[in-house]
């Protein structure tokens, strides 16, 4: 999804998180979404993989929950890793994913539906950028991304600072190292999110979370 905003809203941070409103937001918004978040300076991709190359070799197998039109396949694949797949919920922005040559596979995934319809322990890496915001049961679909990701492999995933405090975040990511999901977690401090959009600008910022599935 790499989701957070559309130019012609009048606001971004109430859109519906039903799944079907979340599919036809994005659906209708996939052919200008790249150029709007160009727009807004949106660096989130290219961070994230970055902080993953940092702990994963190229030759790693990564899922991108949430892909959307691309945007984290394509900064993935710039970092070095070639072994790519991507889920998301919109079919529109997965046709324009798959123009970017930047994915393994692309599956139509609803991923407020659990479990996923993909095998225990399948990936070394996986990344989930500006999708949390459309998932409220945050400890549930951290436990699925952990069941997904082989043991000591890598998860780097990004959450607004209004939700982070609003969902008590970091208090679910205590939970799951208490139980044994994941370890070594790493908060980062609030970053610039869409530096350029007028609604997001310095009042939502965003944070990077990356951990080590046990």
């Not at 046709?95 to 407020?112: F, V």
Request: glycine share 6%; aromatic share 8%; with cysteine.
């Amino acid at each position: 999804m790499e989701r957070e905003s559309r130019s012609n809203h009048n606001t971004l941070s109430n859109i519906s998180r039903k799944s079907d409103d979340v599919a036809d937001y994005y659906d209708s918004w996939a052919a200008e979404y790249d150029e709007n978040l160009g727009d807004w300076r949106y660096q989130a991709p290219e961070r994230v993989a970055s902080l993953l190359r940092t702990r994963l070799s190229p030759d790693s197998e990564i899922l991108d929950a949430g892909c959307g039109t691309g945007l984290s396949g394509r900064a993935l694949y710039s970092a070095g890793f070639t072994t790519i797949d991507g889920i998301d919920i919109s079919i529109h922005s997965l046709a324009i994913a798959r123009t970017s040559g930047a994915y393994r596979t692309l599956q139509s995934i609803d991923m407020q539906k659990l479990p996923f319809p993909i095998p225990a322990d399948h990936y070394d890496g996986l990344v989930c950028v500006g999708v949390l915001t459309y998932l409220p049961e945050s400890t549930s679909t951290l436990r699925e991304f952990c069941r997904l990701v082989r043991p000591q492999g890598i998860m780097v995933v990004t959450q607004r600072s209004d939700l982070f405090i609003e969902r008590s975040f970091s208090r679910k990511l205590e939970k799951l190292s208490d139980e044994g999901f994941v370890g070594h977690v790493q908060i980062s401090d609030p970053q610039p999110y869409l530096p350029d959009n007028e609604e997001f600008s310095d009042q939502i910022l965003v944070h990077y979370i990356t951990c080590k599935v046990l």
